[in-house]
């Protein structure tokens, strides 16, 4: 008798976490224009983004995952900086067109088009934050999935000039805020760089030397 309750109780243990584990996975979203309109009515009132950002970037070469730290700024309709405070301060800032990169005392500047790993962050973050997922579906094939806590949009660039840098883009956002919370960029191989955004505040005020790129 107690074999047999051990086991029922054993098996319901089993049930219980497979049931858990199920309700955890991806499926693909039931009606992605709804997921679109929602994301985009979210959106229309952020004019600017304010948060802290966990980096985990993964080098298959060394086996180990490097982690950095520091704040991310997000202005309308495309600007986005990256301040990096550990384990060094590095700065990364897109202003339309152009990237500028601050490292070492040393600065300098480019054309976007010749950065793809940062022409894929921008794009990818702007669709995002603005809604305009539309947007993006010419260069790059877009499949939208969801779990309990997050939509999932997982994104395939199409040309071959972007996919030699990125391979794959997944990005998750809260079921509830509707604001990007990870996105992660998978380079070749089994290269990534992952960022966990936190503690976001919204419609802040820059002055304009944030977003600078002389």
Known sequence: MHNTLNMRNIVAIILLLTS?????????????????????NEAKNIKSIESRFVQNKYLEVFDEQVKSTGTFRYQESDKIS??????VD?????????IKIEADGKKSTMN???NQMANGIQSMMVACVTGQLDAIESDYTVNYFENDKFYSVEIEPKKAAIKSYISNIKIELNRVTMMVETLRLTEQGNNYT?????????????????????
């Open 20 to 40: 858990f584990a199920l309700s955890a996975q991806n499926k693909p979203v039931a009606n992605v224009d709804e997921f679109k309109h929602r994301l985009a």
């Open 82 to 87: 990256f301040a990096y405070d550990k384990p």
């Open 90 to 98: 590095y700065l990364m800032v897109i202003n339309g067109g152009r």
């Open 112 to 114: 976007l088009g010749s």
């Open 194 to 214: 992952e960022y966990q955004f936190q503690n976001p505040k919204y419609n802040v005020t820059f002055g304009q030397s944030q977003f600078s790129v002389e």
